[in-house]
């Protein structure tokens, strides 16, 4: 079964640092491109930022809402996906999920994981 | 990048059909062939129900359609069923492997 899941949310301060973790099983998933996605409490969703696939260098481009704070990476080796996340905000407070696809394409968020919270709050 | 434009909420009841709207841009929606839309229940992940303006993922009832003219595309659900009642979103790919969300649609089925 193809499957993605988060992990690593937690409640953090704000201008501390979190990563989150999308592991996936039932495929390679280095070779898709993947994204994270975020939902604020009551909110819509928000495209964070994407990665290639590994043939592609899996390099990345972020939203500019997190550009230079938020570092996506991957381990091939692993099957896992990483959100580093540095200098947090109060308004980072979301459930995060990562996206990939395997039957659609790269434009579209096929597969999703069950999401993780990460509140931002002294 | 702003994010698309959709109506807050639509209604419809069992059996009618109903379409929510989603407006962008030249540079988003106007652009390319690449908008998608998601359904989502409460407590849940979204779920991809149109990509690439008019395609269906396998599993997905053929109640769902999409469309596109100029900047706004569009998604039609034939004959509303309760199980239909959720909040949908389009996303629109805008160049550069970067994507903008609609602010989402709360579907009620009457």
């Known amino acids: 079964e193809v499957l993605l899941v988060e992990s690593g949310g937690a409640l953090v301060q704000p201008g501390r640092s979190l990563r989150l973790s999308c592991t996936a099983s039932?495929?390679?998933?280095?070779?898709?491109?993947m994204t994270w996605v975020r939902q604020a409490p009551g909110k819509g969703l928000e495209w964070v930022g994407f990665?290639?696939?590994?043939?592609?260098?899996?390099?990345?481009e972020y939203a500019a809402s997190v550009r230079g704070r938020f570092i996506i990476s991957r381990d091939a080796s692993k099957n896992i996906a990483y959100l580093q996340m540095n200098s947090l905000k109060i308004e980072d407070t979301a459930v995060y999920y990562c996206?990939?696809?395997?039957?659609?394409?790269?434009?579209?968020?096929?597969?999703w994981g069950p999401g993780t919270m990460v509140t931002v709050s002294s | 990048q702003s994010a698309l434009t959709q109506p807050h909420s639509v209604s419809g009841s069992p059996g009618q059909s109903v379409t929510i709207s989603c407006t962008g841009t030249?540079?988003?929606?106007?652009?390319?062939?690449?908008v998608s839309w998601y359904q989502q229940h409460p407590g849940e992940a979204p779920k991809l129900m149109i990509y690439?303006?008019?395609k269906r993922p396998s599993g997905v009832p053929d109640r769902f359609s999409g469309s596109k003219s100029g900047n706004t595309a569009s998604l039609t659900i034939s004959g509303l069923q309760a199980e239909d009642e959720a909040d949908y979103y389009c996303?629109?790919?805008?160049?550069?492997?970067?994507?903008?969300f609609g602010g989402g649609t709360k579907l009620t089925v009457l």
């Open positions: 996206t990939s696809y395997r039957v659609t394409t790269w434009t579209s968020f096929e597969l």
């Open positions: 039932g495929f390679t998933f280095g070779d898709y491109a």
């Open positions: 990665t290639r696939s590994k043939a592609f260098g899996a390099t990345t």
């Open positions: 030249n540079n988003d929606i106007g652009d390319n062939n690449y």
């Open positions: 690439d303006v008019t």
């Open positions: 996303c629109s790919y805008v160049g550069s492997f970067t994507w903008v």
